[in-house]
């Protein structure tokens, strides 16, 4: 069946460094993609949605500039998480779009937990 | 907008035990997507069930049931015979238009905790 992976499944990063989360459909093109955050104990908060070859799509409240998005081919959406801090040690997690004629499913990552000191 | 309420944060039960998971839903599309999700603690989201708006049909699948209830907008979730591996945190979502690949509202969560 469809897979998407997610690399890397845990990172801990200093304050002030960029970090770089990875969603690769293995099987699929998916020209939609999310990005999705957790806190602790907390649900699922969508970030953004990422096109292929056009700009990410940012939910209120989401800094485009913090939380920089790149689908710059169908099998691969990055996440980047410029100047951590501290704030943004969180869950993040990616859903993709498999789209057939008759037939649309989403496929989630394993996530990525983010713990910045 | 879209609103997804699990009112039950945490629930506890001892292993064969039933228990249901309640989803209330707001939404103003006339089609639209309900999902089921599993969070296990090592944090991956386990695809549970999907089911369009149209199909008010339960379903049962192994010692898992759902109940949809178009009328009062809930969409609730039981598991028979619990087992200490449903431990896990449980997810309602929503998707909006008449896309069952599109961006999903999710509700808080509720943790469920079987015990031996």
């Known amino acids: 069946g469809a897979v998407v992976s997610q690399h890397p499944s845990r990172v801990i990063c200093k304050s002030g460094t960029s970090v770089k989360i990875e969603c690769r459909s293995l099987d699929f093109q998916a020209t939609t993609m999310f990005w999705y955050r957790q806190f602790p104990k907390k649900s699922l908060m969508l970030m953004a949605t990422s096109n292929e070859g056009s700009k990410a799509t940012y939910e209120q409240g989401v800094e485009k500039d913090k939380f920089l998005i790149n689908h710059a081919s169908l099998t691969l959406s990055t996440l980047t998480v410029t100047s951590a801090h501290p704030e943004d040690s969180s869950f993040y997690i990616c859903?993709?779009?498999?789209?057939?004629?008759?037939?649309?499913?989403?496929?989630f990552g394993s996530g990525t937990q983010l713990s910045v000191l | 907008a879209q609103k997804v309420t699990q009112a039950q944060t945490e629930i506890s039960v001892v292993e064969k035990e039933d228990v249901t998971l309640d989803c209330v839903y707001e939404t103003r599309d006339t089609t639209y997507y309900l999902f089921w999700y599993k969070q296990p603690p090592s944090g991956e989201l386990v695809f549970l069930i999907r089911?369009?708006?149209?199909?008010?049909q339960n379903e049962i699948s192994g010692r898992y049931s759902w109940n949809f209830q178009k009328s009062t907008s809930s969409f609730n979730f039981t598991i028979t015979a619990s087992q200490v591996v449903d431990s896990a945190v449980y997810f309602c979502a929503l998707s909006e238009a008449r896309a069952a690949g599109n961006k999903l509202t999710f509700g808080g969560g509720t943790r469920v905790l079987v015990k031996p």
């Open positions: 859903s993709a779009r498999f789209s057939a004629r008759t037939n649309e499913k989403l496929f």
């Open positions: 089911r369009n708006s149209f199909d008010e």
